[in-house]
């Protein structure tokens, strides 16, 4: 079986972020960049398919500039088998531009399962699985919290309002992580040498126009310094009081 | 005449979802002030009956799609309908909730548009006919405001955020029923069961109150404090990451960066130090109320109001004190 992740490098999700002189991106100075955490889920659970099905290869692959071969070898240390970076200049991209040029990677590759993380801690899209899953015409389940892998087909859950949905789809199928699906592991001493020397081969696609333009970055309103209403029960009546008549929360 | 609004209107079981309302009263200010007609679509089996309550919100026309295949949420099938009612209409903007539903759906619309999609909305206006967007970045320590390029603008609103308007019951919409040409092949993924979660309560991301607690917990058990809480104030019961990796809750109760966005009118936080990712999750809401023991906590930066004290004695207070009064 032939599982491709794709994974995307983000800030570190402690990182401060600072807006650019031109006021429509971030400032990469001091950011320390890390493998998308919902992708580390995604890396995991390609990792116990595999080493449930006994034959399997992992590839990861990365849309980015140079930078985010980081993240691939995070992947690789991991314990993934093989790493592709579609290489791009290091520019904002939407994400059905992203999404575009990861179906275009994709399109000679094999694979019987497509993993993606539910969402970049970067952007927030919460786009590039599914978008890749319709232009590749397969099925794709959104924010996976449990996942079979069995007789040429998945079923999966994931989460709803009050609930849960259980959904099948046949191979090739793709899927978004969801925090919950597993526990990642720490990469070992070994995978991470391992890592470290692997070639990560790089393959070109032409990017297509852009559809979703930052017009403007700002920081989110600071909010007004809270007020402690007072120290243990004894302040209760007095925010109580406040909730109702000044807040009118209640 | 400008091109029209289309929204999705999300229903499940025959019935709308909180947030539905929210959308189709967001279409309506936008198509007023672009003088567009607004359109909703409806999707599921036998769901004709309802069509007629969107109009009290304001769509101009109710595009009913029904099929025994939707009876359940088909990710393939919802975006197969909707993108050829989308293009029929010729519509410039589409919206829908970003709810579990709306984060699978946008965008695979917006692929099979060829657009770009703004998920996770917290703000629209108009510059002409183009639409900006405003939603959080990292986790909320940015706002963007997003345009489009060229193509249909699509945009999914956060639950909780938008303001529905009151129903008007004289205002009307014309129905307009459609036949739904999908073949069982067009559908790969398929919604064999949906399961409700115990006690099927309301989920966190539309509930306008939220009692969530922390590490400071100190074990499962004492939830037991922050429901009886949570029920007074008919509210629903969230949690740290720290209390759910404990195994403490479950993880569709996490707030946070790898949890939920939650805009609750009011959401108090028991015994949660106020990390950075958890705030991701819940600074957009409009009330922050802390009790933490310790007065250096950072969530007392974040909270409107605080209260420094051992949360085992505050909480029951609070539910005695809300009591007394109701
Ligand atoms: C990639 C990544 C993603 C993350 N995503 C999330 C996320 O989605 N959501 C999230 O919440 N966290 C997230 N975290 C974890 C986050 O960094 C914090 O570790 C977590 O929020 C801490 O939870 P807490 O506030 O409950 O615990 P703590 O930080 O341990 O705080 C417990 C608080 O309880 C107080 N307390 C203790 N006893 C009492 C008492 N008797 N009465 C009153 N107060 C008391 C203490 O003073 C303290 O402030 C993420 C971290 C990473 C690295
Ligand atoms: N540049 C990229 N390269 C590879 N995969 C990506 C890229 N951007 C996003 N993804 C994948 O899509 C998921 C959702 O990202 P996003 O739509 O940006 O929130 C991520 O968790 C990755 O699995």
Redo the contacts with the bound molecule.
């Keep these: 079986m032939k599982i491709v992740v794709c994974v995307k490098q983000v800030p570190d999700?402690e990182a401060r972020i600072k807006i650019a002189g031109d006021k429509k991106s971030i400032d990469p100075t001091d950011i320390n960049w890390i493998l998308n955490?919902y992708d580390e889920f995604a890396v995991e659970e390609a990792l116990q398919i595999k080493e449930k099905s006994g034959d399997a290869q992992i590839i990861v692959v990365s849309v980015g500039p140079e930078r985010v071969v980081s993240a691939l070898r995070s992947a690789l240390a991991m314990g993934a088998d093989d790493a592709v970076l579609v290489k791009t200049d290091d520019v904002y991209l939407d994400s059905i531009t992203t999404a575009k040029a990861l179906a275009e990677a994709l399109k000679d590759m094999e694979y019987d399962l497509l993993l993606f993380g539910k969402q970049g801690v970067d952007d927030d899209s919460l786009a590039v699985g599914p978008m890749v899953a319709e232009l590749l015409g397969v099925g794709c389940v959104t924010r996976v919290t449990d996942l079979t892998v069995a007789d040429g087909a998945i079923e999966a859950k994931r989460e709803i309002e009050g609930g849960a949905e259980v959904v099948t789809a046949k191979l090739p199928a793709a899927i978004t992580a969801e925090k919950g699906l597993n526990e990642p592991r720490y990469p070992a001493l070994r995978g991470i040498m391992m890592a470290k020397r692997k070639p990560i081969p790089e393959k070109q696609v032409a990017l297509a126009a852009p559809k979703l333009k930052i017009r403007a970055l700002e920081y989110p309103p600071s909010r007004q310094a809270g007020k402690i209403v007072g120290e243990g029960v004894d302040a209760v009546p007095e925010l109580v009081k406040l909730l109702r008549e000044e807040a009118k929360a209640i | 005449m400008s091109k029209p609004v289309f929204v999705i209107a999300e229903q499940r079981d025959g019935a709308f979802r909180k947030p539905t309302y929210e959308v189709v009263s967001e279409g309506r200010r936008l198509a007023d002030k672009l003088g567009a007609q607004l359109i909703a679509i409806l999707l599921g089996d036998s769901v004709e009956s309802i069509a007629a309550e969107l109009g009290h919100y304001g769509a101009d026309k109710v595009v009913v799609a029904q099929s025994g295949l939707f009876n359940n949420y088909s990710a393939e099938g919802y975006t197969q309908v909707i993108s050829k009612a989308v293009q029929d209409a010729g519509a410039g903007i589409v919206l829908l909730t970003a709810s579990a539903l709306g984060k699978d759906l946008g965008p695979r619309l917006a692929a099979k548009l060829d657009t770009g999609l703004a998920n996770d909305c917290i703000g629209l206006s108009l510059d002409g006919e183009k639409l900006i967007c405003r939603r959080p970045m990292f986790a909320g320590k940015v706002i963007a405001d997003v345009e489009f390029e060229d193509g249909i603008q699509i945009a999914s609103l956060r639950p909780n955020i938008f303001a529905p308007t009151a129903p008007d019951t004289s205002k009307t919409a014309a129905i307009e029923n459609v036949a739904v040409a999908i073949e069982a092949t067009d559908v790969k993924a398929l919604v064999k069961e949906v399961v409700a979660s115990a006690g099927a309560k309301m989920d966190l991301t539309e509930a306008d109150i939220i009692v969530s607690g922390?590490?400071?917990m100190k074990g499962p058990e004492n939830y037991a404090i922050i429901e009886e809480l949570a029920t007074v104030l008919s509210g629903v019961v969230g949690a740290?990451?720290?209390?759910v990796d404990a195994g403490w809750r479950p993880h569709a109760d996490?707030?946070?960066?790898?949890?939920k966005t939650v805009s609750p009118k009011l959401y108090i936080a028991c015994?949660?130090?106020g990390?950075i990712?958890?705030l991701a999750?819940m600074s957009s809401s409009k009330c922050i109320v802390a009790?933490?023991?310790?007065k250096e906590?950072p969530i007392f930066e974040k909270a409107d109001y605080g209260i420094v004290g051992?949360?085992?004695d505050v909480v029951p207070a609070l539910t005695a004190e809300l009591k007394k009064n109701m």
């Design positions: 999700t955490p | 922390g590490r400071g740290s990451r720290a209390a996490q707030v946070g960066q790898t949890g015994g949660i130090s990390a990712q958890h999750g009790i933490n023991k310790d906590a051992d949360l085992f």
